[in-house]
Every structure is written in C-alpha cells, then in structure tokens.
C-alpha cells in the first residue's frame, strides 16, 4: 500500500507538471524577462559590482592604517657584545682578552599601536580617477550586453512568430489539399477521374504531413531558442502574444549628416578606454614626485630576568614616536621614461581605433539602410505573388471541378501557393532582422 501511495504521489506530481499553465508574453515582456533573468548579463552585473568594489577598495588605501602589534620573547640565549678591557677606566690590568658582555634580559615583551597616513602620493589619486574609469567602462560594458540581449531576443521572438505562422499556414495547406483529395475521390468513384488524379494529389499530401511534422519541431526548438535567450525555464510552456499582421517594418529616420557616434556603446567604450590610457600616463608621470606619509606610534616594552616579572606592570615603559617619512626617486633606470613612451602609443592607437570605429559604423548604417530598403521591396513582391498565388488556385479549383481543368494544373497551382506563403514569410523575417539591425547600427534600438 506504501508503494502504491507513492506512485500515486509521483503521477500527480508529473500531471501536475504537464498542466502547468503557459506564460502569455509580448515582445517587451520577452525582453524585460531577459533583462532581469539571462545568465551573461547577470555575469556583467557582477563585473559592474566588482569595479564598484575596486573604487572603495582604492579609496580605503588613502585613509588611516593602524594596527596593534605585540609579542614575548625568551631569549634561551642572550645576545652578547665584545668590549675591549683597556676601553675602561683604570683599564683591566693589562688583560688583552675582550670582555663577553650581554645588556638583553632574559624575557622580553613589548605592545605598541602604529597609525600610518597618507599625505601625498601621486600615484593614488590617480588610480582614484582610474578606478572610477573603470567603473564607468564596466557599466558601458554592462549596457552592450544589454543591447546584444534585446537584439537576440527580438530576432528569437519573431523567429518563434513565424515558426507559428508557417505552422498554421501548413495545417490549412493540409486541409485544404485534404479536401481536394476527398473531391478527386468522389469523382474517381462516379467515373469523372483517374485514378493518377488521386495519386497526384495523395504524394503531395503525404510530403505535406512530412513538413508538418518537421515544422513543429521547428516551432518547439524556437521557442525554446527564445527561452534560451530569455534565461527562462526551458520546459516552461509560453504563448506568443503578438501576431505577424501586427508588426509594423519600416525604415527609422537615419541623419544625413553629422551622426553622433557617441549613441554607439562601442564608440563610448573607446572613449572610455581612452581616458584610462591617458590616466595611465598621468600615473608614470606623477612617479617622479615625492611620497609622503605620516606615522604615530605609541607603545610599552618591557624586559626581565624571570618570566613572572613579565606581568609586573611597573616594569612595563612608555616609548611614543610621531613623524614624517619620504620617498624622492632620483633614477630608476629610464623605466618611467619608457612606460611614458608606451602610453602615448597607446593613446595613439585607440584614437587610430575610434577613427576606424567612426568610418564602420558609417558603412554599417549605410549597408543596412540599403538592406531594409531591398527586403521592403521584397517583401511587397512575396505579397503580392501570394495574393495571386490564391487567386490561380482558387481558377484552378473551379475549372477543374467543372470539368474544364486538369487535376495536375491545380496541384501545381497548390504546391505554388505554399512556396509564395513561404517566400512570404521569408521575406518578413528578413525585413524584421534588417530592421533591429539597422536601429542598433544606429544607437536606437535600447536605451535605458
């Protein structure tokens, strides 16, 4: 009966599983979930908080460093010293031997608190400035993350769209050739047809429950692309909210002239990077300055020939000590000189880069101008040809029922149909991807 109970447990559970209700979600649901959810992005939120971090930790080198030290020792054998006889007075009685004198007791302790301060140092208030560059730089980095993650789920939700529509396209093409292939029996059966006529239409029937098969396997692995990239659940059921008639493609405003490259995350990036470098070079060059810093230093010592003395607190003395302490470098062997030397290069180089990134980014929003504008083109074709694709099936579906046409004529005209609906569809994925690409070409496509 135990068992029994747990199997019933274990199939309620699982039934419980395939009932779980499917998530109905839009594009911009899509794209907050990832936001919030996808793995890589949570991986730059970590690098963001690991720079923030470093800023604080670069802070605290400045600020007061104390620390208490303390110790006993038992000195099992004292350090002695070699005094010459003849360096006291009255000499030693003409004794040449050195005398082995010891000044260290047997037990010794000390406690002291030492503070260090900074009070000048070049070289940290610039890595101040460098850290909260990097800061910056982590945060832009995070943002293209965010900017891949809408692209990537935008062409996956769409994909997914036209995965559905292709889906439903297929199961009326079957219904309708279904149809057609009962209205070609019928008349095989009352002597009107042939029965090749039958044959036609049942291969093309069978090759259309293949694709069916085939496209829903297609309609699963794209949702699950999407969920993928969303950092959903892949199991978890969704439904599409959006239809394919309700997506607007068209060609956002694109300037003419004077482009503000700055809206590219890669350009700010650069810019980025840039001040890093020239930070850099502000550092080597801050090395020839001096370093400054402060110290306090207070403490008690003490020293006996016996241990339990250690613990008279009589014998234990002040000593204290406050001072200032520099570092002039004089010569390090041109090694400043030659890091100087290599940040200017650097700098050199990542304006070379931006001036290559300026030029890119203007050939990429050209190329995909051009590229939306030819699959809007093509897209208005692929409509039009569907529209006539129908309206040579439906011809044909009338003169052979009125015994006027042939049955191969329609099947040709059906397998037509299905390839414009196709090519349709194509098209309008097509479009749609040179669209995202043409707004993140421009800067557009996320903002926060």
Known sequence: MKGLLILLLLIGFAMKLEAQEPIDLTLEDCIRYALENNEQLKIKQLDREIAE?????????????????????????????????NSFPGGSGGSTEDIEVSFQQKYDGNIGLGVDQLIFDGSYFVGLQAARTYKELSTKEHQKSKIDIVEAVSKAYYNALIAEEQLELLEKNINRLDTLLNETREMYDAGFAEKIDVDRIRVNYNNLKVDLSRTRQLKDVSRKLLKFQM??????????????????????IVPIENFDYNQRIEYSQLQTNRSL??????NNKVQYLPKLYARFGYGWNTAAATGSDLFVSRRWLDNGAIGITASIPIFDGFLKSNKIQQ????????????????????????????????????LEVQKQNVQLAQEVYDISKVKYQEGVGSNLEVIDADASLKEAQTNYLNALYQAITSQIELKKALGTLYKN
């Open 53 to 85: 971090a470093e800023v604080r930790k670069t802070i605290s080198m400045g600020l007061p460093q104390a620390n208490v030290n303390g110790g006993l020792n038992y000195n099992f054998e004292p350090q002695k010293s070699l005094l010459d006889p």
């Open 231 to 252: 950092g959903m659940d892949l199991n978890q059921p969704i439904s599409l909210m959006e239809n394919l008639e309700d997506v607007e493609v068209n060609v956002p």
């Open 277 to 282: 470098a020239y930070l850099d070079l502000k």
């Open 343 to 378: 940040n200017r290069l650097q700098v050199k180089q990542i304006e070379n880069q931006m001036s290559y990134v300026e030029k890119s980014i203007d050939l990429e929003i050209e190329q995909s101008k051009i590229s939306l504008n030819s699959q809007l083109e093509t």
